[in-house]
């Protein structure tokens, strides 16, 4: 049985502890980005798409109410009759309003999906982005650790093998070798 183990390199834990290093240098950002994309992507949702579909709303009812203002008009004229072209403006101003409401209500559902659908994924990426910012940093230190322990072990002499010292039970004491 040796009296000690047998360290004859620790290039691939110290490999390994660069590698890591690399790793977290990579996915420390990447996980922040990804968190920033979901923010702004909610954001765009709640925001400024919202706001966008709320003016054209708005937007498209004035366009309707002044479209069927303007046949309104035409109708009570006894100068003129109701032309087609004023109709097919009603009737576009109204399809233009529709398009906006089912836009808004879609939208609507996107945030309400978006939230449930992202809402667990996120929670992920911060249970990850902690196990790297703790964790594996943690890690790091320890295998640094290691490195230097197990270089320090390997530079300490083995012990001198005393002439007389008890053998284990079982095994014969080696013969001297003299000169």
């Known amino acids: 049985m040796p009296d000690r183990a047998h360290v004859t390199s620790v290039d691939a834990l110290e490999s390994f502890r660069a590698n890591l ?54 109708k009570l004229s006894s100068f003129r009759e109701t032309s087609a072209a004023e109709q097919m403006a009603v009737q576009r101003s109204r399809r233009a309003v529709e398009e906006a409401e089912g836009k808004l209500r879609m939208l609507k559902q996107w945030s309400r999906v978006f939230d449930n659908r992202v809402d667990p994924l996120v929670k992920q990426m911060e249970k990850l982005h902690t196990v790297l910012a703790h964790d594996m940093v943690q890690a790091v230190a320890f295998l640094a650790q290691a490195v230097n322990t197990l270089d320090a072990y390997a530079e300490v002499a083995p012990p001198a093998s005393v002439p007389g010292a008890t053998q284990p039970a079982g095994q014969s004491p080696e013969p001297e070798v003299k000169p």
Do not use: C, D, M
């Not at 968190?35 to 579909?53: C, D, F, Y």
């Not at 003016?55 to 002044?66: D, F, H, I, K």
């Open 21 to 74: 290093i690399v790793y977290l240098s990579k996915a420390r950002p990447t996980l922040e980005e990804v968190s920033s994309a979901v923010q702004r992507t909610r954001g765009w949702l709640e925001n400024e798409q919202r706001a966008h579909w709320e003016g054209e709303l708005r937007r498209r009812s004035r366009a309707l109410e002044e479209a069927q203002q303007a046949l309104f008009s035409s």
